[in-house]
């Protein structure tokens, strides 16, 4: 029997390349493609040797050319961390409708599954919590983080437009903070930045009074719920995430512990349009992938302490 064939967009990714691991273990064919604005090659350099693993540098916003046939396509490419989506708007707008539109494309030609990783953010600072995937959210389109959200909830309209026009069988998952082994030291994003500042004995930063809150979902776990997803004959979208709550100053405060650091936590003004909650509503993916995350917050961050102990 022939091997399924998947292709991995912003496989060099963190959350991408735990997906090409992943499907190599479940014995896919996968191509891995990624430009590596914010991917990087340490995160699929265990996978080269593999036979059926074929790294292309792309970038997504140009036609994408695949021989042969593709059973899944897994949009994964993006600039997710506020640090670069602030720095590359353009870029980030550019992967979300160009990106998608050349992704759904390779999907149409070859009668691919098409899931899209889309994400929390397309409910802005939510007036539900938690937020289900019912709700509309509350997006601000001409500020600074409109490109990222915007961005995103644009790759949704078109993957729907491609599913009623074009049949094509398509996945969307939004995706709540995630965190784990692999993430970029200094991405923008909040765990790896307290991480990299316990760990130099830094205070840890933490904006406005530290009273928002965040859900906190270990990569395994993600991978797992995407894994069940893409098997599952259902086209709306999905909220994967933890639904645990954490305020960032509590945050802050263990990993302070787990780290041993002694130095302080200081505070700074709260970025434009920064949500103010965040917790998914796992309801559907309960009863739809009867999937819930398994690992606890602390023990996914001391394995990621590890790591980044590893690789200072």
Request: glycine share 8%; aromatic share 10%.
């Amino acid at each position: 029997m022939p091997k399924k064939v998947a292709v991995v967009t912003g496989g060099a990714g963190f959350i991408g390349s735990y997906l090409c691991e992943r499907l190599l273990g479940e014995g896919y064919k996968v191509f891995c493609l990624d430009n590596l604005i914010t991917g990087s090659a340490d995160n699929i350099k265990h996978l080269q040797s593999k036979k059926d693993f074929e790294f292309l540098k792309h970038n997504v916003t140009e036609p994408i050319l695949i021989k042969g046939k593709v059973d899944y396509i897994l949009h994964f490419a993006s600039l997710a961390s506020p640090e670069d989506y602030l720095r590359f708007p353009i870029q980030t707008l550019k992967v979300g409708s160009l990106g998608t539109h050349n992704s759904l494309g390779l999907a149409k030609s070859k009668k691919a599954v098409f899931m899209l990783a889309s994400t929390s953010e397309v409910y802005g600072d939510p007036h539900v919590h938690p937020q289900p995937e019912s709700y509309w959210g509350n997006v601000n389109p001409v500020g600074v983080r409109g490109c990222y959200d915007e961005s995103k909830r644009f790759a949704e309209a078109l993957t729907m437009a491609y599913h009623r026009i074009h049949k094509i069988d398509t996945r969307i998952v939004r995706i709540f903070n995630t965190y784990g082994p692999r993430m970029r030291m200094l991405d923008g994003r909040v765990v790896p930045n307290l991480i990299y500042q316990a760990l130099h004995h830094k205070p840890l930063t933490v904006y406005g009074k530290g009273l928002q809150t965040r859900s906190f979902c270990y990569i395994d776990d993600l991978v797992e719920g995407i894994f069940r997803l893409i098997d599952v004959k259902f086209n709306l979208p999905v909220n994967l995430g933890n639904p645990g709550e954490f305020t960032i100053l509590k945050l802050a405060r263990i990993v302070n512990k787990l780290t041993g650091n002694s130095s302080r936590i200081i505070f700074k003004p709260l970025p434009e349009d920064d949500p103010k909650q965040r917790q998914p509503d796992i309801s559907l993916a309960r009863r739809l992938l009867k999937w819930k995350p398994e690992i606890k917050l602390e023990d996914g961050l001391r394995q990621t302490i590890a790591w980044f102990k590893l690789n200072i």
